[in-house]
């Protein structure tokens, strides 16, 4: 008959805290160490103040029980004393003395940082009731420590790993920039040489073929810069000032009107509008917004746009506004996704980088970007540094 072997499990063994007894008298520690055994702790003794000091010298302690009257150094100069040193200035103290309420001056234990007096002749149970709640409250320290401890070791992996994708990322960035975007643009170079050249001698069905291969390498190119966008915005640290969005927001639309002066666009800004962020990102960020807002109010025949701030429910957030084609909000988690078009490239031209850049700008401020909208009913963006 063959047994199996069978492995109990041990329960976690309770690691033991370290309290201090401080009393000149060997026989009052002695008494007070049987008190605090039901604990199940492990008590250090001291015979003096200096003995205590040198016991704190080479460890820490959940709570320290001091007699308040000894010889050479009584219990209220060891606790200044203890008090100074930076590990032990937080150790709670019980002061334990025979002298009735009356001969003790509280008021001074207090100041020294004493969370509590026993007086003579101690209680068993409400001694250990004392000293169990510090007990439990340096447990609970300790335990606090070490999930510190983890969670910076857990953090300073993910940022070690981050910094691998990152460089990673550089890597595709340069890649991009250098191995696949130069033979296009190589190629775009040919393709106008072939039109500029040969046009006159091809007949319009190579020609229009020419035509459509230079429209998709433009459009590939977009892709490549849109995507090293993304990449320089992963990189470099954010340095904030306090920025009037405004200002910044009324130069942007200067700069969209100078580049597109057919176009006739109702712009509103709001005045005060200030933010604490990055001034070059923040430049980024609403380039993108205001851009897409005139884009997508092109087929508007009173195109509005308004730029502003709003508070709801105490939160203050900046917004652009448009009434263009608007979107069915059934798809806003698709907005801000790279290369994520709601529209196609024939009614609404674009690389789909715009939403994206602006989404990573917000998280890189800490902050949040959202939109809401309707079909033919214009959209919101909102965002928040």
Known sequence: MVQRATTMRKAPVESKVDILLVDDDATKRFALKAILAPLGQKVVEAASGSDALRQLLKQDFAVILLDVRMPGMDGFEAAQLIRQRPRSELTPIIFVTALDRAETDMGHGYDLGAVDFVFAPVVPAIMRAKVSVFVELYKAQQELRRYRTQLERLVQERTTALTAINRELEAFSYSVSHDLRAPLLSFNGLNQSLLEDYGNALDPR?????????????????????????FRLTSGEIHREQVDIGAMAAEVVEEIRAANPERRVEVGISEGMMASADPRLAQILLTNLISNAFKFTAREPAARIEIGTEVVDGDA???????????DMIYAHKLFGAFQRLHSQSEFPGAGIGLATVRRIVNRHGGRAWAEGAVGEGATFYFVF
Request: hydrophobic residues 40%; proline residues 0%; aromatic residues 12%.
């Open 317 to 327: 957030r900046m917004f652009v506004r448009d009434n263009g084609v608007g979107f």
């Open 206 to 230: 190579a020609k229009d073929y020419l035509q459509r291969m230079r429209l998709a390498s433009d459009r590939m190119t977009s892709v490549f810069d849109g995507l090293q966008t993304l």
